[in-house]
Every structure is written in structure tokens, then in C-alpha cells.
């Protein structure tokens, strides 16, 4: 099957659309666990442009950077989800709005 | 073509359901269908060894660290099952500005000439795609990973362990340092002591 039989920018526009699902989450949602999933979107929106256009040049250098950014994201995931259990300990809630120890 | 369409709709579908669901549990659920496609949708793109990746890495270990943590919450104090639900005032201006930005991306996408080579697959210099040692396969990705793209894959390395020395730090045993020895010694004490007791516990 000839994958190229789509054109590249239906691939833009995919993206495009999931990565302002995911905007708007991290925006409206106030529960951090789904927001980090918002984040996570956003990153995936990316990384299947960098593979779209990867096959479009037929380079593979696009594979390299989805690798880095996978990478990246499980890093931030841990990161932000050890993050959200400290809060919890501290601060007895998940709601970001109430969570204002840092306010001036 | 059938497939990226389909694949295109569930992806969407499972993006709105992950940010509009009201349990974070039936978000990590949605989000597993969307990586699902994701991963369906590097196939059709030739990257084989990515969409394992996709599968092993976020479906397999961020999907389930998320379940953990919100089995780990939701263990103690009952309300945050449910979540915290309110959407605030500022959402909606907030999300007509996100409408109007989508439609300016749609405009200047639609008005924008994405220029990519005139390659067909089978006279590429890498050979006919599909089979084994060309483009998007596993030794094509780990012979440019490992030669021309070594340093920033010793650099992931880097910023993996930097994630797990965080990690401990923040979420780790928040006890106090004691030598291993003393700490070793002491638990075997208390459970001496315990068992002394009278088992009841």
C-alpha cells in the first residue's frame, strides 16, 4: 500500500486539531492528572508530524527526533506525576486552583 | 488512504473523550485508545520500530505510572474520584480564543504550500520501502540512532537518570537518612518486639 497516497497535509491538520485538544485541556481541565494527559497529547500531535513528514522526505532523521521526544516524555511524565503526589501529600487536594503556596 | 481515515477519526474521537472525561480513569482509558492509533498510524507511516516504542513506552509504562498514581490518590480521601469538576469562568473566553486560533491555523494551513520532494517509494535511494534493511525499518532507525546520532542518544541517557534521581527526591522515602545498618537493625528489633507481643497485629 502506498502510504503517500494521503496527502501530507491531511497529516498537518490531524496534528494541528489534536494538538489544540490537548491545548484546551491543559487549559479549562483543573486536575492535574488530566492535564499532564493534555500534555502527553500535545507531544503526540508533534511526534506524528515528525513521522508524517519523515515518510514524505523518506529521511529518517524525523524517527530520531519522535525517539527524543518519547524520551522527554516519560521523563516529564514521572517528573510531573512525583510532582502531583507531593502536592497531594502537602496540600490534601488535586485541585490546581486551591493549590497557591507560591503566590506573592 | 481508508485506513488513515479511520485511524484519523479515532484519534480525534479518543482526544476529546481523554480532555472532556470526568474520571482521570476513563482519561487514561481514552488516551490508551488514542496511542493505540497512534501507533496503527506509524505503521501506515513506515516506522515500524516507532510504533512499538509507542506501544512498549507510553501504553505499556506512562499509561499504567498514571493509573498507579491515581489509584494511589484515590486510596485515601474519597473526593477525588469524582475529580475536581468546575469548569471556571475564564474557560470560555479562553476557548473562543482556542476556536479562533484553530481557525487561523486552518486558514494559513489551507493557504500554505507544503513543499516536500517528488520521491516515489520504490526509486528512493534507500531501496523499495516495505522491506527489510531500508527506510523506517528497525536496523535503518538504530544505524542513524547509533552513528550519526549518537551524542543526543547519550544525552537521552543523561536526561533519563536526572528524571529518576528527581523523581526519588520528590516522591521518595521521606524518612530521614539513616546508615543501612542501624535502619536494618532497627526493623529487625520492632519485629522482635512485635512478634513478643503477641502477634496482634
Known amino acids: 500500500m502506498n502510504a503517500m497516497a494521503v496527502p501530507i497535509a491531511n497529516y498537518v491538520g490531524l496534528s494541528a486539531v489534536i494538538f489544540f485538544i490537548g491545548l484546551a485541556g491543559v487549559v479549562v481541565r483543573r486536575n492535574p492528572l488530566i492535564m499532564l494527559m493534555s500534555i502527553e497529547l500535545m507531544f503526540n500531535a508533534a511526534n506524528l508530524l515528525f513521522a508524517a513528514f519523515a515518510r514524505a522526505w523518506l529521511h529518517n532523521a524525523g524517527h530520531i527526533f519522535v525517539f527524543l521526544v518519547i524520551t522527554v516524555a516519560a521523563a516529564e511524565a514521572a517528573i510531573g506525576l512525583a510532582i502531583v503526589v507531593t502536592v497531594f501529600r502537602t496540600a490534601k487536594t488535586v485541585d490546581v486552583d486551591d493549590v497557591a503556596l507560591m503566590k506573592g | 488512504m481508508i485506513a488513515f481515515y479511520v485511524l484519523a477519526v479515532v484519534m480525534l474521537a ?93 486558514w494559513a494551513l489551507a493557504r500554505t504550500a507544503i513543499v516536500t520532494p517528488a520521491v516515489s517509494p520504490n526509486a528512493s535511494p534507500l531501496g523499495p520501502v516495505g522491506t527489510a534493511g531500508v527506510f523506517g525499518s528497525v536496523g535503518d532507525f538504530g544505524t542513524a540512532l547509533f552513528t550519526a546520532n549518537l551524542l543526543p542518544f547519550e544525552i537521552t541517557a543523561l536526561i533519563l537518570m536526572v528524571a529518576v534521581i528527581g523523581v526519588v527526591l520528590l516522591a521518595g522515602d521521606q524518612t530521614p537518612y539513616s546508615p543501612t545498618k542501624r535502619r536494618a537493625d532497627d526493623v529487625r528489633r520492632e519485629m522482635r518486639e512485635a512478634i513478643l507481643r503477641g502477634g496482634d497485629q
Not at chain 2, 39 to 67: C, K, R
Not at chain 2, 93 to 103: A, D, Q
Open chain 2, 14 to 106: 479518543s482526544a476529546v473523550w481523554c480532555v472532556t472525561a470526568k474520571k482521570p480513569v476513563y482519561s487514561v482509558v481514552a488516551l490508551l485508545l488514542h496511542f493505540t492509533a497512534l501507533a496503527a498510524t506509524y505503521l501506515t507511516l513506515n516506522a515500524e520500530f516507532l510504533a512499538v516504542i509507542q506501544l512498549i513506552v507510553y501504553s505499556g509504562a506512562i499509561l499504567v505510572l498514571f493509573l498507579f498514581v491515581i489509584a494511589l490518590l484515590s486510596s485515601g480521601v474519597a473526593p477525588f474520584a469524582a475529580g475536581p469538576n468546575k469548569l471556571p469562568r475564564i474557560a470560555y473566553p479562553l476557548g473562543l480564543f482556542g476556536l479562533i486560533g484553530l481557525g487561523f491555523l486552518t
